[in-house]
């Protein structure tokens, strides 16, 4: 039997890297947080790092990967580590990672994310192709935009080439989506599949602290209008919630599909954590305008656990503590091909 001690795990210093670090040691494994130079405090003052490994920029990540390799580490993917290492860069990893990496080509392209989700029997917000279709409000994304910086919404052709005049010409800008802008609340659901025990779970929900969009109800109408503020969406944090229990049987259902549906596009299929992002209308639809295949910020409210990982384990099970003992199983049952992409 593989002894689960003679790995350890690593990610970089951002996003959920506080959560996976820290679900890792309680799993019992030895844990390496690679951090931006200037940029390691946090994962010092919280002691969640047994080994810091400083790099002048995450750009610069393959130069350590050896030393990774080395200590035979286990990489967990989280959104910062994609957007900085590129998606295209992925496939030239040569360290163990956990994920399919396949799953990323589908995930990061508009147009196969919308055929998989298609595929999955999820409803999603329609997608207008050119700015002369507006005919509703839509929300403007942009390719390169990261944490809904940028986003815009319109309601008309002209509206729409008055507020993109300002973005015309720009790095980053010459490509975007246009959707159809679902009024509603919006909820990130966030899911756990094990290929171990072929088990889905529903860990938690969140949604995200948006600036503007989230201020602009503290400022009367009319002053929005007379300030001239055009909403926007920022990333700057996740607030938990806890979804009407009725709606539980479908949000099962929905990321049951999407993985049953992630097995017939990439090898071996979709595994670990994931993500539905939308919007629910009063009508009770759900609207998901994204999926992201990996682990969420939005878990972050719940080091200690959710409600809902509560209910199920008795013990505190964040998603990052999740992952890891999905590697650890995998490892003392010698089936590393299990959670290795
Ligand atoms: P950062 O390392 O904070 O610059 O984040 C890298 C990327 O991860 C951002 O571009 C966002 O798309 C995403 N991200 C970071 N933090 C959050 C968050 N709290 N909620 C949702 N997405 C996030
Ligand atoms: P995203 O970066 O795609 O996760 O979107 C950022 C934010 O834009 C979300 O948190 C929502 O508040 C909002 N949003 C995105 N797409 C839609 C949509 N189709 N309808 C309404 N709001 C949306």
Request: hydrophobic share 35%; proline share 4%; with cysteine.
């Amino acid at each position: 039997m593989a002894n689960y001690k003679d790995y350890k795990i690593a990610t970089i210093g951002s996003h959920t890297a506080l959560q996976i670090l820290k679900g890792a040691k309680d799993e019992g494994f030895e844990t390496i947080c690679i951090c931006e130079k200037g940029k390691d405090r946090p994962y010092r003052s919280y002691g969640v790092a047994d080994q810091i490994i400083e790099v002048d920029s995450f750009r610069n990540f393959f130069e350590i990967e050896q030393q990774l390799i080395d200590q035979n580490a286990i990489m967990i993917p989280h959104g910062s580590f994609v957007a900085y290492i590129g998606p295209e860069k992925m496939m030239d990893l040569k360290m163990m990672y956990y994920g399919t990496k396949g799953i990323l080509e589908w995930e990061s392209d508009r147009n196969m994310e919308r055929e998989w989700l298609l595929k999955a029997g999820i409803k999603l917000p329609r997608v207008f192709s050119k700015p002369e279709d507006i005919d509703r409000p839509v929300i403007i994304k942009f390719h390169g935009a990261h944490g809904g910086k940028g986003y815009f919404i319109a309601n008309t052709p002209e509206e729409f080439y008055a507020k993109y005049k300002k973005y015309e010409g720009k790095k980053g800008h010459e490509e975007f989506a246009i959707q159809e802008y679902v009024v509603g609340v919006p909820v990130y659901t966030h899911y756990f599949y094990s290929r171990l025990n072929d088990e889905l779970e529903v860990m938690g929900f969140d949604k995200r602290y948006e600036s503007n969009a989230d201020s602009i109800g503290r400022v009367a109408a009319k002053d929005q209008v007379d300030v001239g503020i055009d909403t926007t969406y920022t990333i700057t944090g996740n607030v938990p919630i806890v979804l009407r229990e009725s709606l539980l049987p479908e949000i099962f259902e929905m990321g049951q599909r999407v993985v049953d549906s992630s097995k017939t596009i990439v090898d071996g299929g979709l595994f670990g954590p994931f993500c539905l992002e939308g919007i629910i209308d009063p009508e009770l639809n759900y609207y998901v305008f994204e999926i992201s295949a990996r682990i969420v910020a939005g878990t972050n409210p719940y080091v200690n656990g959710s409600p809902y990982t509560w209910l199920r384990y008795n013990e505190p099970m964040s998603t990052g503590r999740r992952l890891a003992r999905d590697i650890k199983e995998a490892i003392t049952a010698d089936k590393l091909d299990k959670i290795l992409g």
